[in-house]
């Protein structure tokens, strides 16, 4: 059993910066692929960026690229999301999540390859 809490969200203006992150109980989380989502109002959960376990590969929706970084601690059982140059369409819950499936021949990017989950942490973008 992983819990997941993340936390650093908030009220930033477009173009600002933010780090959110997630701390994750148990003592294996080195060997979990840790991914990022978010949900906005009226939407579905959407992929954001995932990271493997060792931390050296990652990977991200073509809406964040170049201005998101996922990155992990395993010493310190925490993955961070790096957010810059955010805009007012990031605005969303954004949640944690943790598989202990290591990944495949699939870029973990469905909700479905993920079994733990984070409450979520609100980020509000304004223009």
């Known amino acids: 059993q992983v819990q997941l809490v993340e936390s650093g969200g908030g009220l930033v203006q477009a173009g600002g910066s933010l780090r959110l992150s997630c701390a994750a109980s148990g003592r294996t989380f080195s060997s979990y692929t840790m991914g990022w989502f978010r949900q906005a109002p009226g939407k579905e959960r959407e992929f954001v960026a995932t990271?493997?376990?060792?931390?050296?590969?990652?990977y991200y929706a073509d809406s964040v690229k170049g201005r998101f970084t996922v990155s992990r601690d395993n010493a310190k059982n925490t993955v961070y999301l790096q957010m810059n140059s955010v805009k007012p369409e990031d605005t969303a819950v954004y949640y944690c999540a943790a598989d202990s499936r290591p990944w495949g021949f699939v870029i973990p990017t469905s909700t479905t390859k993920y079994t733990y989950w984070g409450q979520g942490t609100q980020v509000t973008v304004s223009s």
């Open positions: 990271i493997k376990n060792s931390g050296g590969i990652t």
